[in-house]
Nanobody, 122 residues
Framework: QVQLVESGGGLVQTGGSLRLSCAAS????????MAWYYQAPGKQRDLVAT???????NYAGSVKGRFTISRDNAKNTVYLQMNSLKPEDTAVYYC????????????????WGQGTQVTVSS
């Protein structure tokens, strides 16, 4: 099994910054990609950003230029630097890792963190 532990959420004013972290541990052979999603109350969970093991990134249009995803492969940790935060960024942020758990099998498994609350006040 793989566990993802997120941290760094909180309350911030409009225009402020937060940095989220997500550390993966457990039975990990290789993490193919990691991502952040957000889910506002009553809404579906949407993709914020992804990063591959090679460092290739992809962002939702609403956060491009404001958020930066990065990754420390040695620590199995992904970060999300959030700048110029807006009230509409308020949501629970979830980390996801696509993990190959053993070298004996090429398939991957998706694992999710428990979520961390980000609240941006106006």
């Amino acid at each position: 099994q793989v566990q993802l532990v997120e941290s760094g959420g909180g309350l911030v004013q409009t225009g402020g910054s937060l940095r989220l972290s997500c550390a993966a541990s457990g039975t990990i052979f290789r993490i193919k990609s990691m991502a952040w999603y957000y889910q506002a109350p009553g809404k579906q969970r949407d993709l914020v950003a992804t990063i591959t093991s090679d460092g290739d990134t992809n962002y939702a249009g609403s956060v491009k230029g404001r958020f930066t995803i990065s990754r420390d492969n040695a620590k199995n940790t992904v970060y999300l630097q959030m700048n110029s935060l807006k009230p509409e960024d308020t949501a629970v942020y979830y980390c996801k890792a696509i993990v190959q758990t053993t070298s004996l099998q090429p398939y991957t498994v998706n694992f999710w963190g428990q979520g961390t609350q980000v609240t941006v006040s106006s």
